[in-house]
């Protein structure tokens, strides 16, 4: 199974995932051609407890284990249209919505290690804006 590791760079708190590479094959192989990257990750306006970063240029969404209600520590990919998705990670309850409604997304992986000190810091993200997030591969 692989794993990735996550992490909030400004306050350097992270996680590791583990990766559903018998449910989204296609999805995963896609995000680890991406990977590592670096880039500002924002809170959820509609979709609860969930900070996400914006990927273009994703070779190949698939539609693979997709989901719209996430489970605590879930990771989705969500399409965005053309070669966009949404790199999308719930910390605490939510559901996959935006300004048109519910959307599925790939379900990819779930946080393993580190969501309680983690969730602290993605929370803050809502009233204190934007930090960077690294997502590498481990």
């Keep these: 199974m692989t794993k990735i590791k996550i992490t909030l760079v400004k306050s350097g708190v992270s996680v ?13 192989d896609s995000l680890l051609k991406v990977l590592p990257f670096e880039q500002d990750a924002l809170h959820a306006k509609w979709a609860g407890s969930e900070i996400w970063t914006k990927l273009s240029n994703f070779p190949k969404y698939e539609h693979e284990n997709e989901t719209c209600l996430p489970s605590i520590g879930e990771i989705i ?12 990670l ?8 935006g300004p048109t409604g519910f959307q599925n997304g790939a379900a990819i992986g779930m946080i393993t290690e580190g969501l309680s000190e ?17 997502v590498e591969k481990i």
């Design 77 to 88: 990919i969500m399409p965005l249209g053309g070669n966009d998705v949404g790199f999308d």
């Design 90 to 97: 719930w910390y605490d309850r939510g559901w996959c919505f």
């Design 118 to 134: 983690f969730a602290v810091e993605a929370a803050k993200l809502c009233s204190e804006g934007s930090q960077p997030i690294r």
């Design 16 to 28: 590791v995932a583990e990766l559903r590479d018998d449910k989204c094959p296609t999805v995963i």
